[in-house]
């Protein structure tokens, strides 16, 4: 009996650790599920294996990927057997006897996945015998390759041109980042008979403009951003359920029509926010991420984060729930070192493994780049899923370029006064150090006496924060995730001290950024 099958959300969830689809990702994902071909064309980086492998696993059976290099079988069969999936691949840097145990196993139904170069694959043999198995999917990476069209013509990529007719009924998916209308009309019509479903997926949106800023006042940093948006709807993401309802009484208080909303609330409640938002003009949702799914509302004009979201692809998520008319629509992020501290003890007591853990790292080390980039946001932004594109020109850094000023001196001192107050004391505390103020803990354990206390006076604690906050952000300091905030010293961090490499810092934009604001309207 065929087992029960399993949802493609479920997959994308447990077996990969993905709260959602990427944009193109489901549609994709849907077709090739429903038995229908494919030709995806998505930026190296976007998110193309996912597209493949989830309907793989939600299919059942055996599923056949094509892929042109052993390295790149190789990476991404480790890769499902970390996520215990069942996946091989027979190719030439393995021996013999290798190859044939695992083409055992394949014909006993025990692989998902089977990775194989098209020259493999297209022997009347492997063919032959594969069409005897359960094959369910046929995915073909490097799709351009097929055609004449394309940079890197592979004569054998020709001959899976005589796929459909060897596996009848068997969808298949075609995936490529580069092709242009011919070379897509080309492999349409070799692959698939002109049969197949076309999707290409950009991740720009133009019309949303992105800005961030380091937390100082988040209550008047919000007050400032809604100004001049009076009777526009927009949601305001926090982290948790009771900071979703402290900041809708704060903007009811201020005169806004506000509601909170989250997972914590009867389902009633959560219905009636719900409509209130789509019905009704000039309605801000303070809510947390159980916000959004499958809200499609078209003239959602701002989202202001209060909080850090857990990466770019949970931010590009919540983002994209604004202007989906194509009207101008404004992003606002507000973010400290404490919103980075929670999300790493977030991240190291999530269940999962090491592995699982470190990806996570990675992922909010790209959010804070992000938050912290002295270049374009959308650039960035894009960059993290593949796209590349000219500086916007309507961000909050393009409108008001940052300014990068040689901070290797001043990041000396914060890393001494790191080290001389022992490395377990939080920002705060060292930057009342550098500044020259003392407090209890200072005058009890004597940091007023050290070398470093007051070297800074004159920039003041203020520029202390920023430049710790820049320091954990370029990786120069750690911050202890499972206690109270300690800093303690990296090894970039030692490198920097002993006078290895340079930092430069971008002076907080708070106040100018406030006033591009205001011009703007
Ligand atoms: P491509 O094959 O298009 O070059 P990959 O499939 O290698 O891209 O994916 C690039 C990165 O994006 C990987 O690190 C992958 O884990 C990540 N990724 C893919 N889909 C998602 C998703 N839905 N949510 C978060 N990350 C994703
Ligand atoms: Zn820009």
Redesign the pocket.
Known sequence: ARPRPVSPHDI?RKT?G?????PG?EGIVTTLLAGRNVLAV??????????YQVPALARGGLAIVVSPLVALMQD?VA?LKLAGVAAESINSAQDREENVAIWRRVAAGEVRLLYLSPERLMTERMVGALARLNVQLIAI?EAHCISQWGPAFRPEYDMLQTLRQSFPGVPIGA?T?TADEATRRDIVGKIFGGDAEVYVAGFDRPNLQLAVSPKDNAKQQLIDFLDGRAGQSGIVYALSRKSTEEWAAFLVSKGFRAIAYHAGMSAEDRAEAQSLFMTEKGVIVCATIAFGMGIDKPDVRFVFHADLPS?L?AYYQEIGRAGRDGSPADVKMVYGLGDIQLRRRFIDQEEGGDERRR?EHK?LDALVAYCEAPECRRQNLLFY??EESPPCGNCDVCLDPVHLVDGTAEAQWVLEAVKTTGQRFGAAHVADVLAGKSNEKGDTLRHTELPVFGIGKAQGRQHWQSMIRQLVGGGYLAIDVAGYGGLSISPKGHALARGDGSFRYRQDPVRTSRKAERARK
């Not at 993905?18 to 990427?22: G, K, P, Q, W």
């Not at 998505?42 to 597209?51: I, N, Q, R, Y």
């Open positions: 994308l990969f993905y709260e959602t689809f990427r990702q998505m930026p190296t980086g976007s998110g193309k294996s996912l597209c991404q890769a990476d995936f980042a990466s692809d990806r992922r899923f593949g």
